[in-house]
């Protein structure tokens, strides 16, 4: 099984700054089967990022994701007031379990 | 556009069985999707994976609840299902439904579960 570590695990922010947030594997992970998830209070998680770099529809050039093998990051070039939330790395590679990191709070400071 | 909606009890007794139903509308469950799966969140914790479904109906389990668990499809229905036996309190959680495209695109709003005699 791949576990995912993510830190740090709250993260405190102005907007206008900018958010880098890791995302560690235990073992290789494939690129095209990393995504990263957006969870504001009280909502389901929403696709951000999928295939460790592409943006699912709805969100804006400032989210960024990069990286490969066993280290992955997001990155909010500008933060919005919107995008203080709890963010969820996962992998989905060839076989399950399909694990999630513990999150990330993003957090105003 | 897809939409899933889950459904079922909000309360199970310790020992019994949980059982949820998601709903698709907006396209087949034989071939919207690469597979269906269901994930879970206890009360200010993070997600878990549960399982997932392929349209085939190949399955796979979370290993630690592979034993309790068992997640069907009804084409006829357009609904796949979650059963997950013999819970405890461990088992309170918002329970989600979702699609994969191979990443989990659309996601249901969830349903609480609570575990309690």
């Known amino acids: 099984e791949i576990v995912l570590t993510q830190s740090p695990g709250t993260l405190s922010l102005s907007p206008g700054e900018r958010a880098t947030l890791s995302c560690r594997a235990s073992?290789?992970?494939?690129?095209?089967?990393l995504a990263w998830y957006q969870q504001k209070p009280g909502q389901a998680p929403r696709l951000l990022i999928y295939?460790?770099?592409s943006r699912a529809t709805g969100f804006p050039d400032r989210f960024t994701g990069s990286g490969s093998g066993t280290d992955f990051t997001l990155t909010i070039s500008r933060l919005e007031p919107e995008d203080f939330a709890v963010y969820y790395c996962?992998?989905?590679?060839?076989?399950?379990?399909?694990?999630f990191g513990q999150g990330t709070k993003l957090e105003i400071k | 556009q897809l939409h899933l909606q889950e459904s079922g009890p909000g309360l199970v007794k310790p020992s019994e069985t949980l059982s949820l139903t998601c709903t698709v509308s907006?396209?087949?469950?034989?071939?919207?999707?690469?597979?269906w799966g269901w994930i879970r969140q206890p009360p200010g914790k993070g997600l878990e994976w549960i399982g997932s479904?392929?349209?085939?109906?190949?399955?796979y389990y979370n290993p630690s609840l592979k034993s309790r668990v068992t997640i069907s499809v009804d084409t006829s229905k357009n609904q796949f299902s979650l059963k997950l036996r013999s819970v405890t309190a461990a088992d309170m959680a918002v329970y989600y439904c979702?699609?994969?495209?191979?990443?989990?695109?659309?996601w249901g709003q969830g349903t609480m579960v609570t575990v309690s005699s």
């Open positions: 479904i392929y349209y085939s109906g190949r399955t």
């Open positions: 907006g396209g087949s469950i034989s071939g919207s999707s690469y597979y």
């Open positions: 295939g460790a770099s």
């Open positions: 996962q992998q989905y590679g060839y076989s399950p379990p399909y694990t």
């Open positions: 979702a699609s994969a495209m191979p990443a989990f695109d659309i």
């Open positions: 073992q290789s992970v494939s690129s095209s089967y």
